[in-house]
Every structure is written in C-alpha cells, then in structure tokens.
C-alpha cells in the first residue's frame, strides 16, 4: 500500500506547542472522549511506570496555522503527561493535506476496540492478577472471581465453550396413563395462592399468574405413553406444543430446539467418537454421570 512508503517519525514536540482537541480546527469537532478520576490516575500511574511506550505509542497531532499542533489522537494521555510534568511528548505530526473527513477517522479509529477479551485466556493465560490487569486499564466483569461450574468448566464470558446437551428419548410402555400421571401443579399452586394473597395491582397479578403456569412440570415418560395411543388430532396438537418432538425440523421451525446435527458432531468430537453408530440418551448421559 502507498501509505506505507513513506512512515511518519516520531518527534518531540514541547508540551507549549501541544493543544487539546476542543474544536479549534475547522471540520473536525471537539474530542467527544471523558475520563473518570480513578481511570485518569490509572493513567497517570500507567505513564510513570511505563514511560518508554510513548515512544512506541506516541500522540498524533496535526499542525495549526498559529503553529502549534491540536491532538488529535491521545488527548487523555496529552491531559495526563500535562499534569505529570512533562516537558516534551513524543508525536506523529499527519500530514497537512490530510482531510478533514479522515483526520476525523483517525481520532475516532484510535479509540474504538473492535476487538474483546476472552475472558478465560485472559485470566488462565498469566497475564496477570486482577490488580495488574486493573491497573492496566482493564475493566474486569462483575464475576471475574465468579468460582467455576460444579462440572469444572469455566465458562465466564467465553461464548465459544461447549455445551452439553441431552436430548431425552422415551419408549412408549403401552399402558394408558391417566392425566394427572402427566403433568404435577403442586409449586405452580403453592405459588398462585401467594399471588392471589399478596397486596399487588391487578395487572401484575395477572403477569404473575401466566409466568408462575411455568412451574408445570411435566412428567414426559408418561405423556410418551398417552401419545403412542392419541386420536391424530390430539398427537398433532402435542407435537405443536412441544409436549413430544418426532420431527425435529418441524421443532427447529416453531422455534422449541436448535439442536442440529452439529451438536452431535461436537460432542463426538469433544470424546473422540469415531464410530456412526447413533448416540442415544444413555451413551451421553451416563457418559456424564461418570464425571
């Protein structure tokens, strides 16, 4: 790329010559970035332990007509070298016929992270304690020291982990249940007295209501059996209501699983299946409960 012919050098430029961006350049606005006290310490702290990434990480700044140079892109560390004390600032000076559409996007490509952390890598990886990081500026989540699942994984924040999914099978037995072998309401009742009871508006009793039909728990074993002997109008009505599930692309359509062949292969791949013999439900979950 012809940008790359050329590199800019870094120079020091008197901290007298150097001017916070507050909209003195025509065609590119104030700098729209602020900075909490305990971050601007961090800063500051950050520079004195750490002076030399100046060099490597210097300002860019564009000379004015008056002669000195608006910062463009650093104004939070030109604000923090100017409380330190410093005399001279390394800088990259753009060039002067550099437009103002792009000096704008440079100042606002210089603070954008399109990256993010892993949070995991970041924290088994040895960068450092959760001070170190701090200090360096990171802003650590709320359940960095969140302890690990129950099974060992830790997964915080990391979207890419494995999921462990079961997808319960059943063999109808042939006996007929009888309906309240199907389904038990005890904690949904218990909870809809406790509502009816409480001293709360009537359309949040209402809300409270459908969300506590919920706690249905539905027994699918005998509910299997009840399908296996349904009219077809009944069977069709369970399937749309994800009471059983015989067509998984009709599931993935409603919108009741995601589960895809991908799962399956995941999970071969994350136990060195290498047969293709079908996985049933005991093969995964017994496969579990030896961990």
């Not at 999970?267 to 013999?277: G, H, S």
């Amino acid at each position: 790329m012809d940008a790359f012919n050329d590199p800019p050098q870094v120079r020091l430029i008197s901290i007298e010559r150097l001017e916070e961006n507050k909209g003195q350049l025509a065609g590119v606005p104030e700098n729209p970035r602020t900075i909490q006290d305990d971050k601007f310490a961090l800063l500051k702290q950050a520079i004195i332990d750490y002076p030399e990434f100046l060099k490597y990480n210097p300002l860019k700044v564009y000379q004015l007509d008056n002669g000195n140079f608006i910062v463009l892109c650093g104004n939070m560390r030109f604000l923090a070298l100017t409380e330190i004390g410093i005399k001279a600032i390394p800088c990259v000076v753009i060039d002067a016929d550099t437009p103002t559409e792009r000096l704008k996007a440079y100042a606002m490509l210089d603070n954008s992270g399109f990256g993010e952390y892993d949070w995991v890598k970041l924290k088994n990886g040895g960068w450092g304690d959760d001070e170190q990081l701090t200090a360096w500026g990171v802003d650590l989540p709320d359940d960095w020291n969140a302890p690990a699942d129950e099974d060992g994984d830790d997964d915080s924040g990391n979207e890419s982990y494995s999921r462990k999914v079961v997808a319960p099978t059943y063999e109808p037995s042939g006996k007929m249940p009888t309906f309240g072998e199907m389904y038990d309401t005890t904690k949904r009742d218990a909870l809809i007295t406790e509502i009816e009871k409480a001293d709360i508006p009537d359309e949040v009793r209402e809300f409270l209501r459908e969300a506590a039909r919920r706690h249905t728990v539905f027994n699918y074993e005998k509910i299997a059996d009840y399908y296996a002997q349904a009219p077809a109008k009944i069977q069709d009505l369970m399937e749309r209501s994800a009471l059983v599930i015989i067509d998984f692309d009709k599931a993935i359509e409603g919108g009741y699983i995601t589960l895809t062949k991908d799962l399956a292969n995941a999970y071969r791949i994350e136990r060195n299946i290498t047969d293709e013999d079908p996985l049933t439900e005991s093969d995964i979950s017994d496969d579990y409960d030896e961990e």
